[in-house]
């Protein structure tokens, strides 16, 4: 993988089945955020929440309370790879801002991001693991350092 390059799986918008599964690639986007982390992914989970999301059966996905096409999963494993600092974009429930973005498709409030912004324990190169609202199926995510 070149230097700055995240991959990453979209299903279509809506759903449908597993061979409708894409690997697209893209350049990293900035930096994460104050409250943020940004994880090199070395391992994902597959649970039957992330099969019912792919086939579209997911209420979410249903609803279209999540727009566009999206990047599956919720459980990841990996490595930090930065610590954010300063700005940090909006949150979204946007697949096509996750996507370039490697972030999770939920609004959060203030309060969880008070708890994020407060996370002082983590180093670059710690092993982390974690879940999010969709997106765990890349190369590397961007999510609030207490998850």
Not at 28 to 50: M, P, T, W, Y
Not at 110 to 130: N, P
């Amino acid at each position: 993988m070149a230097d700055g390059e995240r991959k990453y799986w979209v299903m279509q918008e809506g759903g449908g089945d597993f061979a409708g599964l894409r690997l697209e690639t893209t350049q990293e986007v900035g930096s994460c955020g104050a409250g943020e982390i940004r994880v090199l992914v070395k391992a994902v989970g597959l649970n039957f929440a992330d099969i019912f999301t792919v086939l579209g059966l997911y209420s979410p996905i249903q609803s279209g309370e999540i727009k566009g096409e999206v990047c599956p999963g919720l459980e990841f494993a990996g490595v930090v790879e930065e610590i954010g600092v300063g700005h940090r974009d909006a949150d979204t429930v946007d697949g096509a801002s996750q996507k370039h973005r490697g972030c999770q498709l939920v609004i959060l409030s203030d309060a969880v991001w008070s708890m994020a912004e407060g996370q002082t324990s983590l180093a670059v190169g710690d092993r982390v693991m974690g879940c999010m609202r969709f997106g765990a199926y890349s190369t590397s995510v961007v999510v609030p350092a207490h998850q």
